[in-house]
């Protein structure tokens, strides 16, 4: 590895106005971990930096197990969830599932329904689900939920990523003789969980279960080992769970440093990448590309997930992505795979114009708001579906939270992202009084809902709110790297080295690095994107910067640069090579 050089050598901010950071590790223990667990010396400071200098701390991030993962017995209420489900299959109790309509909802719906039909197959019949629809039904559980679980007889009503904040709705199920399990890892707003429903939830006071970053499909895959802890096959078959669990971790963003999520994840890859029985993950793998590619926790998060995700974000629900994974016959699921990716088209296209229009309209009023506020007419392209995506590409852009509503009705269903430095659940709690219909979510991300005659209002409280809280430090976006290397370095066995450190996620991010070297090629690809040739002494490295091809003419050939960006082995026809992807650079003269 190339000598480490303090990159405040550089004056001023990036190209991106950013600023850099070396990760802060130490070299001695870093060097040691590397001979102890003999690993190259660049995954040996990844680990370090990542606080596990230990080396039995290391190997088990490195390699994990689902039986290592803490016994869900101790989680709180476990115990009564079990209890009551396994009675109700016995019975055949009518048993609901509702789940959100995104991908950790929709999977964790999946894994309990597949659950349940292998506890007890001659009650499947007794076994219903729901997913609400995102424009007809809205965000959570709501009262209709309950009236029409009520109405169709079911007794066992449990829900999957929604229902945390649900305390009136779950009142209203008891009232009507329904048993209700809430499973959700959202942040529990108020003093205390639902007290009229059997609450699983890490985060809820008084639980005591060590792994409080579960996605709600994690928490759902813990429930389905209880269930089958007297099966033959139990193992066998949460592998098999984990499969679909895996995506719905990766696309919900919770932390990967965390050892239960990633023992899913790396279950899951297993079980993905030796192949699946099930017709409809099997069209999904083929026509997302990777029926014959080593699937990486990339992929899940890039390819598989959005497209589960398209199915909620622009029919309304993921009732599609369920027939797709019941699908009998290869004719069937190809032709639900195919709708779905058509889904996921329409969404990318809505997606991009709706970004346009925000970064147009931010632009125009040459806004100084510590927190962008914005919203538009659903009828008018901005779609319900995709203003969460939306919002996440202004962070990424402007470094500062961003929330962004669609109008409907004259309500205002809104979408928020934030910053490391900007709690946004805690920021609209504290702007809430009066103002929000309803909102709850994760400190980076939420979702809330008010009358759209009050976003000018919205606007200037959480902007109050943030004038108090963020110091112009936390506006400059730090980019981290972990290394300096030079172009001669880099290799196909290096970048399989780093693949050590999958899954990459949440808190474990893809390890970044700079590469110093002489621009000698670059060209603009698809209209947006830009392929460069980086030389240092020695052969040349292949570099793309997506979605940059802005940035052309402010780069020539001959430009000395300090390249930052993420290694990875581009496969085409057939052949493999390095290459960079850019996420930012300086130009050095």
Known sequence: MAKMQNIEEMSGLSITGCRWRAANVDDIKAKELSNKLHIHPIVGRALTWRGLSEASQAQQFISTSLNKIPDPTGMLNMDRAQITLLKGLQEGTPIRIVGDYDCDGTTGLITLLQTFRLINPATTKNISYHVPDREKDGYGLNPGIIEKASADGVKILISVDIGITAHSEWSMAKEKGITGICIDHHTILGSHAPE???????????????????????????????????????????????????????????????????????????????????????????????????????????????????????????????????????????TIASQIDELNHQRQAVQQWL?????????????????YVLGGEHEDGWHQGVVGIAAAKIVERYGRPALICSIRNGIAHGSA???????????????????????????????????????????????????????????????????????????????????????HGIDNPRPSFIVRGRLIEIRIIANKHLRMRIAGKGPSLEAIWWHHSDLYDQLRVGTSLAVLGKLEINEWNGAQKPQLNIDDMYRLN
């Open 196 to 334: 009229d429903a059997i609450v699983l939830c890490p985060k809820q006071a008084g639980c005591t279960y060590p792994e409080k970053d579960l996605a709600a499909c994690g928490i759902s895959l813990q429930l389905a080992k209880v269930l089958l802890s007297d099966h033959s096959r139990q193992e066998a078959i949460l592998e098999s769970l984990c499969k679909l669990v895996a995506i719905g971790t990766i696309s919900d963003m919770v932390p990967l440093n965390s050892y239960s999520n990633r023992a899913i994840v790396q279950a899951g890859l297993r079980g993905l990448n030796t192949g699946s029985t099930n017709k409809g993950l099997d069209a999904l793998l083929t026509i997302s590309g990777l029926n014959n590619h080593k699937v990486s926790s990339y992929d899940l998060g890039f390819k598989l997930g959005p497209r589960i995700n398209a199915a909620g974000r622009m029919d309304g629900t993921t009732l599609q992505v369920i027939s797709l994974l019941d699908a009998a016959s290869k004719e069937d699921a190809w």
């Open 355 to 371: 970004v346009e229009q925000i970064l147009k309209k931010i632009e125009e009023e040459d806004s100084k708001d510590l927190v």
């Open 417 to 503: 992202r934030s910053i490391k430095a900007f709690n946004i659940v805690k920021a609209l709690e504290a702007v809430s009084d009066g103002l929000l219909i309803r909102y709850g979510g994760h400190t980076a991300a939420a979702g809330f809902s008010l009358l759209a005659e009050n976003l000018g209002l919205l606007r200037k409280r959480i902007n109050a709110h943030a004038h108090n809280t963020l110091s112009k430090e936390d506006l400059i976006h730090t980019r981290t790297y972990e290394g300096e290397l030079n172009p001669t370095e880099i290799n196909l066995d290096l970048i399989r080295t780093l693949a050590l450190l999958e899954p």
